[in-house]
């Protein structure tokens, strides 16, 4: 029994460790070629854009949302806010701020959505149009958009998404490539940044709950993402900054009602790409939003299971097609045995195996030897993000260094074992009530949109 249960956690621990080296690895690969977008192209033309904003209940980020937009670095757009249905006074705020006039557009066949009150143009800005709909849903208001958008290209935000100035003129660059039909972009934390002598500048001057979060959005986008779009497996498009070809979206019937809709809308794009040669899905780390996170730990709480849920609905959706595929294609490969078999399967028998280590296997030293591999790699992997973030202008003072070793430790000895909590109890919560959507709270903190420019 216990040379089993040696053998068999040596195999789960050697196969949760691969893939954090790699992704470090391949990250790092990544920074030795100039990409095509970030080279000059005089006399470019600006591709259409429509910017997609689902709003629900966001009265409170709305200013800041229509002060953002004005500050967009880019001429030939038109940004669609979706009001989805609030019971708060959303519109009406949007009314007041950009002085509605009715429009008469008609939707663009093909996708079904809740019914729509009425479509409007701000009259302080043209670009601007709002749909005020029944309330459907974050997937149901975006396919709303769709619907009425016109251009090429379709933008995805969250209300409290701010764009960077050069965010726009990169994906219009990234997207001159014409076998690129899919983007994500990179997400820094809002409340981390400052503007200091006429430059944006990160720092760790925030909530403590906000540190663990930028750290974490560091290793997310600039190792994880990085990589597996390296690797053409991107499963997740972040709903706070993503970009689709406009027919493509139409093609697999744009969003499906689920907690998760980023997740479900790449896969599907994915999918789309897979069967048609030389396609591809990107991540453009040097294209930038600025997003919100949560200040509570009960808002992070709510979050989280509704990241955890919406990524099992995915599993349980696309494992049967993704199974048969293992190891013919790399997105099955890494979603199922990266991000389910070591982040979720494991996160299981992990728990497990320590428990069973506690109570009934008298040798301790294994179980410290996997403590001391695990901490050096969680370390060497905060690191290498860190570094990496300055590749891309991402970086912070010697105060806020200092800060960051603080936080690398509770990262690893407390926030991981959140993380871990969160992964157990959200996964568990799917099969329980899989739709509950637990929308966070906004901080309605006024943020200087100088500091996005």
């Not at 216990?2 to 621990?13: A, D, L, R």
């Not at 190792?223 to 972040?238: E, F, H, P, V």
């Not at 728990?351 to 370390?379: E, K, M, R």
């Amino acid at each position: 029994m216990n040379t089993f249960f040696t053998i068999s956690t040596f195999v789960i621990f050697t196969i949760c460790l691969i893939f954090p080296l790699y992704h470090m690895v391949n990250a790092l690969l990544v920074l030795r070629k100039k990409p095509y977008y970030m080279k000059k192209q005089v006399g470019l033309k600006e591709k259409s854009l429509s910017i997609l904003v689902p709003c629900y209940n966001e009265q409170t980020i709305m200013d800041t949302t229509i002060l953002g937009i004005n500050h967009v670095n880019y001429r030939n757009y038109e940004y669609i806010l979706i009001n989805d249905g609030s019971t708060d006074q959303t519109f009406e705020r949007m009314a007041e701020l950009l002085d509605l006039e009715v429009q008469k557009i008609k939707p663009h066949p093909g996708l079904e959505f809740a019914s729509v009150h009425g479509v409007y143009r701000s009259r302080r800005n043209p670009r601007i149009i709002v749909i005020d709909k029944v309330n459907g849903g974050k997937a149901d208001a975006l396919n709303a958009g769709i619907a009425y958008a016109s251009s090429e290209l379709v933008v995805t935000l969250d209300a409290d998404s701010i764009l960077d100035e050069q965010a726009l003129p990169i994906i219009n660059r990234a997207f001159t490539d014409p076998q690129l039909i899919a983007a994500g972009g990179n997400v820094h934390i809002l409340q981390g940044r400052k503007f200091e002598n006429n430059v944006l500048k990160p720092t760790m001057v925030v909530k403590t709950i906000v540190k663990f979060q930028i750290l974490e959005y560091l290793k997310g986008f600039f190792i994880y993402k990085a990589s597996l779009a390296k690797s053409n497996a991107l499963s997740i498009i972040s709903g706070a900054f993503g970009v689709f070809k406009r027919d493509v979206l139409l093609e697999v019937g744009g969003y499906r009602k689920t907690v998760g809709e980023d997740i479900d809308i790449t896969l599907k794009v994915q999918n789309f790409r897979n069967g048609r040669k030389g396609l591809k899905v990107a991540f453009i780390p040097e294209a930038i939003c600025y997003t919100e996170v949560p200040e509570t730990w009960r808002d992070l709480f709510k979050q989280r299971i509704r990241w955890q849920k919406g990524f099992i609905d995915c599993v349980v959706l696309y494992m049967k097609e993704f199974i048969p595929n293992l190891f013919r294609h790399p997105l099955s490969f890494f979603f199922i045995l990266d991000a389910f078999f070591a982040g979720i399967v494991c996160a299981f028998l992990t728990v497990a195996g320590f428990i069973f280590t506690l109570f009934y296997h008298n040798d301790l030293s294994v179980l410290l030897l996997y403590l001391t591999v695990y901490i050096a790699v969680s370390l060497l992997y905060n690191v290498i993000a860190i570094l990496i973030s300055y590749f891309y202008q991402n970086s912070f003072s010697v105060k806020d260094l200092l800060n960051i070793m603080l936080v690398l430790v509770l990262d690893i000895v407390f926030f991981r074992l959140l993380t871990l909590f969160y992964t157990l109890y959200g996964t568990i919560q799917y099969f329980q009530n899989k739709d509950e959507w637990n929308k966070v709270a906004r901080t309605g903190r006024a943020y200087h949109l100088e500091q996005a420019g």
